[in-house]
């Protein structure tokens, strides 16, 4: 079975400021799919970045980026220039790749807080 | 706009009663799906559904039951069984296409029971 641990519950930095959240998984699959997903207080849950394990080129989606270590099962996200929108909850989950639905594994989350 | 749809978006129930909550989707999403969290927690998943009439246990099915009659219409029902209801519930659906597979969210039901 797959794992997600992000081992911080809870991070802040002020506006303006690169910060960078972490996450590593447990998996014995090879080919996989790995997201971060922004909840902000709205509850909604928003894709923020993916990334197949295939691909060994980091995504970037604007201000922000991961960095995939495919060997040490690390998948991290930086936000660059953060903004008070960025205030939320952030999820990484794991998706295996396979046939047909996949279920999403999420980790514990961090809770982001962008002071002005 | 397509879009899911949950509703309601807060529901109270009494202990011992079932309760059925709302996913629309029409995105023509093939595969459908619900999702738990409870605070300080991640998503959990309950049940998916591929095809109509089909659908598939999750990790915490217990106490759960779903349908899936129409592509667009996935709900689930919260039944007496279920040891601790309290919680928000996430409907999501995706296509099943080729190098397809991101998941979209609803925008939620908390549901309260007392």
């Known amino acids: 079975a797959q794992t997600v641990t992000q081992s911080q519950p809870e991070m802040s930095v002020q506006e303006a400021e690169t910060v960078t959240l972490s996450c590593t998984y447990d998996t014995s699959e090879s080919n996989y799919y790995l997201f971060w997903y922004k909840q902000p207080p709205s509850r909604q849950m928003i894709l923020v970045i993916r990334?197949?394990?295939?691909?060994?080129q980091n995504a970037t989606e604007n201000r922000f980026s991961v960095n995939f270590q495919k060997a040490a099962k690390s998948f991290s996200l930086k936000i660059s220039d953060s903004q008070l929108g960025d205030t939320a909850m952030y999820f990484c989950a794991f998706m295996k790749h396979g046939q047909g639905a996949q279920k999403l594994v999420f980790g514990q989350g961090t809770r982001l807080t962008i002071n002005p | 706009d397509g879009g899911i749809t949950q509703s309601p978006k807060y529901l109270f129930r009494k202990e011992g009663q079932n309760v059925t909550l709302s996913c629309e989707q029409n995105?023509?999403?093939?595969?459908m799906y619900w999702y738990r969290q409870d605070p300080g927690q991640g998503l959990r998943l309950i049940y998916y559904?591929?095809?109509?009439?089909?659908?598939q246990k999750g990790d915490i099915a217990e106490g759960y039951s779903v349908s899936r009659e129409k592509k667009e219409s996935f709900p689930l029902t919260v039944t007496s069984a279920q040891k601790n209801p309290t919680a928000f519930y996430l409907c999501a659906s995706s296509s099943l296409g080729a190098g397809a597979y991101e998941q979209y969210f609803g925008p939620g039901t908390r549901l309260t029971v007392t």
């Open positions: 990334q197949e394990a295939y691909k060994q």
């Open positions: 559904s591929q095809i109509v009439n089909d659908f």
């Open positions: 995105l023509n999403h093939d595969a």
